[in-house]
């Protein structure tokens, strides 16, 4: 009607952060994946690494082939440039891999990575990092789970603290991240958008992030993580760290207040 592309013109009208959030809104889910971590890979690497080892096995090969199509190339080439050493083969592995994504668990082979971590960790001199990504990158979202308690259960620790220990870097934020996941999505955003509006100053870039990617995927279990574990409801939250046009759009995206 008015030949020009809309996206356009909002870039033209908008600024900052408001700006940022609206363009990031205008594509669909998979696409705001791939805008996200294509921007990412250029500099914040942690940002890139969230989306990835959040995002489940559907959801990452969905997202991998619009990003060829937005910037034509292949996600994986960008990691192996981007991206390096054990964190690098980290990424390249979970975005490989087809994963099981049912909830069905065996238990045996559940003990059986528990013991291989615990073999590759805390129970050696250095670490095994080819076993953790091994484990890590070819498990179900369940499987995992199941990993934990039997690790904890067998070994008197979590998983979560050995990985701590034994890594660092964003190798173990990567390791960390799919490990959160598995266990409770929710819970993870939950917590990294407290992370991002607590003490002073707020990290605008996460909240755009968070919210607006997942805003059509699982916010209201994110809303009611939130309240649970900070008894306090997040759009009162968001309400109170932003300002303007920028937090009436983050508001609308979380809907109702509760």
Same mark, same amino acid.
């Given at each position: 009607?008015?030949s020009?592309?809309?996206?356009?013109?909002? *870039?033209?009208?908008?600024?900052?952060?408001?700006? !940022?959030?609206?363009?990031?809104?205008?594509?669909?889910?998979?696409? !705001?994946?791939?805008?996200?971590?294509?921007?990412?890979?250029?500099?914040?690497?942690?940002?890139?690494?969230?989306?990835?080892?959040?995002?489940?096995? #559907? $959801?990452?090969?969905?997202f991998? $082939?619009?990003?060829?199509?937005?910037?034509?190339?292949?996600?994986?080439?960008?990691i192996? *440039?981007?991206?390096?050493d054990?964190?690098?083969?980290?990424?390249?592995?979970?975005?490989?891999?087809?994963?099981?994504?049912?909830?069905?668990v065996? #238990?045996?082979?559940?003990?059986?990575?528990?013991?291989?971590?615990?073999?590759?960790?805390?129970?050696?001199?250095?670490?095994?990092?080819?076993?953790?990504?091994?484990?890590?990158?070819?498990?179900?979202?369940?499987?995992?789970a199941?990993?934990?308690?039997?690790? @904890?259960?067998?070994?008197?620790?979590?998983?979560?603290?050995?990985v701590?220990?034994?890594? #660092?870097?964003?190798?173990?934020?990567?390791?960390?991240?799919?490990? !959160?996941c598995?266990?409770?999505?929710?819970?993870?955003?939950?917590? @990294?958008?407290?992370?991002?509006?607590?003490?002073?100053?707020?990290?605008?870039?996460?909240?755009?992030?968070?919210?607006?990617?997942?805003a059509?995927?699982?916010? $209201?279990?994110?809303?009611?993580?939130?309240r649970?574990?900070?008894?306090?409801?997040l759009?009162?939250?968001?309400?109170?760290?932003? *300002?303007?046009?920028? !937090?009436?759009?983050?508001?609308?995206?979380?809907?109702?207040?509760?």
């Amino acid at each position: 009607m008015y030949s020009e592309e809309l996206n356009n013109r909002l *870039s033209k009208e908008l600024s900052g952060d408001t700006k !940022r959030a609206f363009l990031l809104w205008m594509h669909d889910p998979p696409g !705001r994946d791939a805008t996200v971590v294509r921007q990412a890979l250029s500099g914040d690497l942690r940002a890139a690494t969230e989306v990835i080892c959040s995002r489940t096995p #559907s $959801q990452i090969q969905y997202f991998k $082939q619009i990003y060829y199509t937005m910037y034509g190339v292949y996600l994986e080439q960008d990691i192996e *440039s981007r991206a390096s050493d054990d964190h690098k083969k980290l990424l390249l592995s979970y975005v490989r891999t087809i994963r099981y994504e049912g909830p069905e668990v065996d #238990s045996v082979m559940a003990e059986r990575d528990a013991k291989a971590l615990y073999k590759a960790g805390e129970n050696r001199w250095g670490t095994d990092e080819k076993t953790f990504i091994r484990i890590f990158c070819e498990s179900s979202s369940a499987h995992l789970a199941a990993v934990s308690y039997a690790y @904890q259960s067998k070994y008197k620790n979590k998983l979560k603290k050995a990985v701590k220990s034994e890594t #660092s870097g964003l190798f173990r934020f990567a390791l960390l991240t799919i490990l !959160r996941c598995a266990k409770n999505p929710a819970r993870y955003f939950a917590k @990294q958008l407290h992370k991002a509006m607590k003490g002073l100053g707020t990290n605008d870039a996460t909240l755009i992030r968070i919210i607006i990617t997942r805003a059509e995927i699982d916010m $209201q279990y994110i809303k009611a993580e939130y309240r649970k574990k900070y008894k306090k409801c997040l759009n009162d939250a968001v309400y109170s760290e932003t *300002s303007g046009n920028y !937090r009436t759009f983050l508001l609308d995206l979380l809907g109702p207040n509760y």
